[in-house]
Nanobody
Framework: QVQLVESGGGLVQAGGSLRLSCAASGRTFSSYAMGWFRQAPGKEREFVAAIDWSGSSTYYADSVKGRFTISRDNAENTLYLQMNSLKPEDTAVYYC????????????????WGQGTQVTVSS
């Protein structure tokens, strides 16, 4: 089992950057595939990015490809999402999640979730 806590959200102007972090408890972080999802008001939770156990393989939604970078530090039990060139449509609550399937974009493939962190991009 793993517990996840996101941080790093906030208010930023369009074109700006933010770096989200997801701190994991427990000694099994490196055995999980990890993902970032987001949910805007009135919309379903959607896939943003995913990474394999070692960090060598990454996957992105088309809407963020080239702007966002997912990474992980297994020694520090931390997952990251570097977000550049932010747009107002990136505004959402961002969640990190842990699961067993590498690169999955499906919410149901992730067993553990954080509480989320709000990202607001003003125009």
């Amino acid at each position: 089992q793993v517990q996840l806590v996101e941080s790093g959200g906030g208010l930023v102007q369009a074109g700006g950057s933010l770096r989200l972090s997801c701190a994991a408890s427990g000694r099994t972080f490196s055995s999980y595939a990890m993902g970032w999802f987001r949910q805007a008001p009135g919309k379903e939770r959607e896939f943003v990015a995913a990474i394999d156990w070692s960090g060598s393989s990454t996957y992105y939604a088309d809407s963020v490809k080239g702007r966002f970078t997912i990474s992980r530090d297994n020694a520090e039990n931390t997952l990251y999402l570097q977000m550049n060139s932010l747009k107002p449509e990136d505004t959402a609550v961002y969640y990190c999640a842990a699961g067993a399937i590498i690169g999955s974009g499906y919410v149901s493939d992730y067993a553990y979730w954080g509480q989320g962190t709000q990202v607001t991009v003003s125009s």
